[in-house]
């Protein structure tokens, strides 16, 4: 009896041990296949005998070293159908030396490593470099560096490649795709750097691709439970196609940073449409000849906090042999249903091209992106989008010496004889690389939208693929308030007061024009101002020939970068309404009257030196009634004629007055007086106003002047005393522009006080809006 237990545990010893998990070793210095494979120093040459030995939750460690072949296969260098498991995936894991690099794959095949068939498999730390000796006979069909294509069955039946993890290894200096995969899904492609690929293809490959992916019934990645392919955090850059694409008019089509390409599948005979959702987030994608991120033909692909700079170089190649097609944007949306492109950086190197294309597309959801240096505004433009410098650590676009390497097509394979070798032109010619960190002052830190992914250091997620973990510069580029006059008059020069902040060193605007469309600028005036805040005054002159009478004018000032228009602006504040009126004594001034009526339908009669010069019809809510031809000096008469045809009793109700932007009110300045400031007319009258003066300013302030807040600095709370009886929106406002605080004061309230305990001490502004007249003022207070 005993004898017979220790056999039974002698055989689940022998079970255990054949199933548990080994460590395999590759070495091409000091390896041999005929080894074990499972210490250093009896360690495996290729790796293809690796692939060979592992089973489920093995691990293999590819020592440093340069590796080839391997594969029976022609088509690959090495090849992988292989499965893991939940839990138990099979790793292939590089070693770096003691510098850092990597160990080398050099391929000579059509692929580097073509995994088809396989699951739960992880190929990590690795470099791929083509085999560049001689490659004669592949001119026309270029090598790739990883793909995962699916397994070709003669009943059709597809078992493709899933979960699948390429992730942390250096592509590069491929002629076609870097990585790419096919017929495939639950793919995680992460970390990776992709540079020099796809110059020499014929079938439109890009840096990093997905094409025709399959429907399988597997379960997704836990981390991702409603993506099953994935792009997250790689580098892709300086992948540019310099022929045309067979497939496509001999054309250059692609060249792309990243492709999200045809899953809906309508490019092939019974096409069975991709119906999960792609997730691309935390990409950097610079220098590429098409777009930096392309989804074409693809339906439910979320597009999140990817950065994407001097992408579309091909649009500046000149090549008649290979006409250009590729679209001149950042990211393309194209034949698209049911995206969602969110916190995404989209900054052009020069302002000829446009951030984001689109064409053909469906229930497309956009948010929260950051769009630089752009021909006009980018089209869609979600209102929560921001037109900024987002403020790149280290970028620079490239120069003309390296464009014209783009260009470089007479001779692509350097052939010669017999042999042909591969010709990269970004290879060895200083092309830049990019730091795409955001700067403590970057208006991306803290703006993005939660989007269910990547770490948030500080108040919310950064726009863009950077998360930012400095400190924060607290100034902004903002204008904070300026002081315009109501009026102007031709000829004049007006001195506009400016208290700003600038983050670096900036140019401040000032520009008067039309308050309306066509919005024609009149005169402009730029100032240089340095970091930090300050006030600063502007002077502008106004033209001789403004016109004067019906139009009105605004002051628009802004801030920009140094050089930069009204296109670069970073922030600016309108003050509208002016109006502008002659100086001379008997010309032309502006008369407005703030009225209603009982009923609606009363009219109303200006009378100046007792000549009926204009009827208004008023309705039962205060309105302006504007007359612009006022002499100064004439007498003013407002008068009111009751014909008593109606059932409703007509009554006129003049609250106002107003000349040369001067605010009269009917108690003071009439002679009719009765109980309040405004006055009701009953049956016939008039009010008498005399001859008031465009020269003089009677009351010495507007309403929305006369509203005094207090103390300053302040400790506890503010007081806002609202002597003119108004109804205002009061807002307390922070100096990054966020407001804090907001309520509305009614015209009953005479004081009130705001709470402001809770507040850190600082700077802060009180901005303060009358609902009436549209007038506003902005206070800064500080908080101690």
């Not at 599948?265 to 000849?289: A, F, H, M, W």
């Not at 010069?613 to 009751?642: C, H, M, P, S, W």
């Not at 003071?668 to 008031?692: A, I, V």
Request: hydrophobic share 35%; proline share 4%; net charge negative.
């Amino acid at each position: 009896m005993k004898k017979i237990k220790l056999a039974i545990m002698f055989c689940l010893l022998c079970v255990i041990f054949a199933n548990a998990q080994k460590t395999y070793y590759v070495s091409s210095q000091n390896g041999n296949d005929n080894n074990s494979g499972l210490e250093q120093n009896i360690a495996f040459e290729s790796i293809q005998k690796a692939v060979n030995s592992v089973n489920e939750g093995d691990t293999v460690k590819i020592l440093p070293g340069t590796y080839t072949g391997g594969s029976d296969s022609p088509w690959s260098e090495i090849f992988m159908s292989i499965s893991g498991s939940e839990g138990k995936y099979i790793t292939f894991s590089g070693v770096p030396d003691a510098q850092g690099k990597l160990p080398i794959i050099i391929s000579a095949s059509v692929k580097g490593i073509d995994l088809l068939g396989s699951s739960y498999v992880i190929i990590e730390n690795l470099e791929f470099i083509p085999d560049n000796e001689d490659v004669k006979g592949m001119i026309d069909d270029p090598s790739f560096g990883l793909e995962l294509w699916r397994a070709r069955r003669a009943i059709g039946i597809d078992n493709g490649s899933h979960h699948i993890i390429i992730r942390n290894n250096y592509v590069h200096d491929f002629p076609g795709n870097g990585i790419a995969i096919g017929g495939s899904e639950v793919v995680l492609i992460e970390g990776n750097l992709v540079e020099h690929c796809a110059f020499q293809s014929r079938n439109g490959n890009s840096g990093i691709s997905s094409y025709q992916p399959a429907n399988l019934n597997v379960n997704s990645f836990p981390e991702y439970p409603n993506h099953r392919i994935i792009y997250k955090d790689n580098v892709s850059r300086y992948n540019v196609n310099l022929r045309g694409f067979l497939g496509g008019g001999n054309r250059i089509t692609d060249g792309n940073g990243i492709i999200v390409d045809d899953h809906i599948q309508d490019q092939k005979e019974n096409g069975i449409p991709y119906n999960s959702r792609t997730l691309l987030i935390g990409n950097v994608c610079y220098g590429n000849g098409g777009q930096g991120i392309n989804v074409f033909s693809s339906d439910n692909v979320d597009v999140y906090n990817n950065t994407l700079f001097d992408n579309a170089q091909s649009t500046r190649i000149s090549n008649p042999a290979y006409p250009i097609a590729v679209g001149d944007s950042q990211l393309s949306i194209g034949r698209v249903k049911n995206a969602r492109v969110k916190n995404n950086i989209l900054y052009n190197s020069n302002a000829s091209k446009t951030t984001i294309s689109r064409y053909q597309d469906e229930n497309i959801s956009y948010d929260q992106n950051i769009h630089w240096n752009l021909t006009g505004n980018p089209e869609p433009l979600s209102s929560n989008d921001l037109i900024a410098d987002p403020k790149l650590k280290s970028i620079q676009a490239l120069n003309e010496s390296q464009t014209n390497l783009l260009a470089t097509t007479s001779n692509p394979f350097n052939i010669n004889g017999a042999s042909a070798k591969l010709f990269t032109p970004t290879k060895n010619n200083n092309f830049p690389i990019h730091d795409m960190s955001l700067q403590s002052s970057s208006p991306a830190i803290d703006t993005g939208v939660n989007v269910g992914f990547g770490a948030i250091i500080g108040s919310s997620i950064d726009i863009g693929a950077k998360e930012f973990d400095g400190t924060i510069n607290s100034i902004e580029d903002k204008i904070i308030a300026s002081s315009v006059p109501d009026q102007v008059q031709p000829g004049q020069e007006v001195l506009i007061t400016i208290s700003y902040e600038a983050k670096e060193d900036r140019d401040i605007s000032i520009v008067f024009q039309l308050d309306s469309n066509p919005f024609t600028v009149y005169k402009s005036n730029k100032t240089r101002v340095s970091v930090g805040r300050g006030t600063i005054n502007i002077p502008i002159s106004i033209p001789e020939n403004t016109p004067i009478g019906n139009d009105r004018y605004q002051f628009q000032v802004y801030i920009a970068p140094i050089g930069g228009n009204w296109n670069n602006r970073l922030d600016n504040l309108n003050k509208p309404n002016i109006d502008c009126v002659s100086g001379d004594s008997g010309t032309t001034g502006v008369l407005e009257v703030g009225a209603k009526g009982n009923c609606s339908g009363e009219q109303i009669e200006i009378l100046l030196d007792d000549q009926s010069v204009a009827q208004f019809t008023l309705t039962n809510n205060i309105e302006v009634y504007r007359y612009t031809d006022y002499k100064e000096g004439q007498n003013i008469k407002i008068a009111f004629v009751n014909d008593d045809n109606s059932v409703c009793d007509f009554n006129a109700y003049i609250d106002w007055i107003k000349i040369c932007n001067t605010l009269y009110q009917t108690e003071d300045y009439s002679s009719r007086t009765g109980c309040g400031s405004s006055e009701w007319l009953y049956c016939n009258g008039n009010f008498d106003f005399g001859d008031l003066s465009c020269g003089q300013n009677r009351r010495g302030e507007t309403k929305i002047e006369s509203i005094v807040v207090y103390p300053n600095p302040a400790q506890h709370a503010l007081f806002v005393e609202n002597t003119e009886g108004q109804s205002l929106l009061i807002k307390v406002i922070n100096v990054e522009g966020r407001v804090l605080k907001s309520f509305r004061l009614e015209t009953n309230d005479i004081a009130t006080s705001i709470d402001i305990d809770d507040l850190p001490s600082g700077v802060y502004l009180v901005n303060i809006f009358s609902i009436k007249n549209r007038e506003q003022k902005t206070i800064k207070i500080y908080k101690e």
